[in-house]
């Protein structure tokens, strides 16, 4: 099971971290992701690790969202930094194998 949670308003160039909590598996065995779906748009994805450790990142979000994870919590993070309006958006926290969606947590950014 995924359980995301974290989310909130964030003012234009404010930081938030999202937290997905990991139940059933071993975080460093299986590739998790994160992806976000704003209204009217399609799924699209954030930030990925793998079991291994390596992580990518989608254009829109390199060099500001870092995603990390705690092995021994179970814990996936979404750390997002300078978020911007276009960052608004229901976040969901993601396996790989089987494909697995958690339910997601909400990101509003707003003045």
């Known amino acids: 099971q995924l359980q995301a949670s974290g989310g909130g308003l964030v003012q234009p160039g404010g930081s938030l971290r999202l937290s997905c909590a990991v139940s059933?598996?071993?975080?460093?065995?299986?590739?998790l992701g994160w992806f976000r779906q704003a209204p009217g748009k399609e799924r699209e994805f954030v930030a990925s690790?793998?079991?291994?450790?390596?992580?990518k990142y989608g254009d829109s979000v390199k060099g500001r969202f870092t995603i990390s994870r705690d092995i021994r919590k179970n814990m996936l993070y979404l750390q997002m930094n300078s978020v911007n309006a276009e960052d608004t958006a229901v976040y969901y926290c993601?396996?790989?194998?089987?494909?697995?969606w958690g339910q997601g947590t909400q990101l509003t950014v707003s003045s």
């Open positions: 690790i793998a079991g291994g450790g390596v992580t």
């Open positions: 993601h396996r790989y194998v089987p494909p697995t």
């Open positions: 059933g598996l071993s975080l460093d065995y299986h590739a």
